[in-house]
């Protein structure tokens, strides 16, 4: 919905309040906090993707986000008349421990969760690797919590087939390699030599 039609339900004041929920003010209450206290409470809406990263998970874990970025509505009753309430959506904590997976599924959610104008932090617990970590590290804001596992590798794939069929895969893998390259240096501290 955009801010047109949003108009009739808040006031500039709301909007001030929202836009205060950006990356940088929830960067700014962790780091006076001195610890993550914040993202694991009621400030968020918290998404869990603890499993393999496919196309299955990766949708499923977006469809849940986009019900939760949507206006919130709540209904209730003034003596025999109902009456709807509408509230801006809250930021959303994504929480992934994940052994990796798909490398085009990982690139999607990463596309998503850069692109999303609702604040979505990402929280990597237990183990974020292989095409776990472009989510990690492309996010707005993302924390590490103590005693998680990164790891980052090469692209990985089986080929058979006949001898175009293998030109054609090693082809693929080297777009592929070519995105992941891309993805770390422009989002991390990592270069090639890494």
């Known amino acids: 919905m955009n801010k047109k039609k949003i108009d009739n339900f808040f006031s500039d004041s709301d909007y001030k309040k929202y836009k205060d929920h950006s990356y940088k003010k929830i960067e700014e209450i962790e780091n006076s906090n001195k610890k993550k206290s914040l993202i694991y409470s009621d400030y968020f809406n918290h998404v869990y993707l603890y499993d393999e990263i496919n196309n299955f998970t990766v949708d499923k874990v977006i469809s849940k986000m986009n019900i939760l970025k949507r206006l919130q509505e709540n209904i209730f009753y003034e003596g025999d008349m109902e009456k709807k309430i509408y509230s801006l959506p809250k930021p959303i904590a994504l929480h992934i421990n994940s052994p990796g997976g798909s490398t085009n599924a990982g690139i999607a959610l990463a596309n998503y969760v850069t692109s999303s104008q609702i604040p979505i932090i990402v929280l990597g617990e237990g183990i974020v690797a292989s095409a776990a970590t472009f ?3 492309s996010a707005k804001l993302s924390y ?7 790891l980052i590798h090469q692209f990985f794939g089986a080929q058979s087939g006949k001898y175009e069929e293998l030109k054609f895969q090693q082809e693929v893998g080297e777009v592929f390699m070519k995105s992941m390259i891309h ?3 422009k989002n ?4 090639k030599k890494n």
């Open 135 to 137: 989510v990690l590290v």
């Open 144 to 150: 590490i919590m103590k005693n998680t596992i990164i």
């Open 183 to 185: 993805i770390y240096e």
């Open 188 to 191: 991390s501290k990592l270069s």
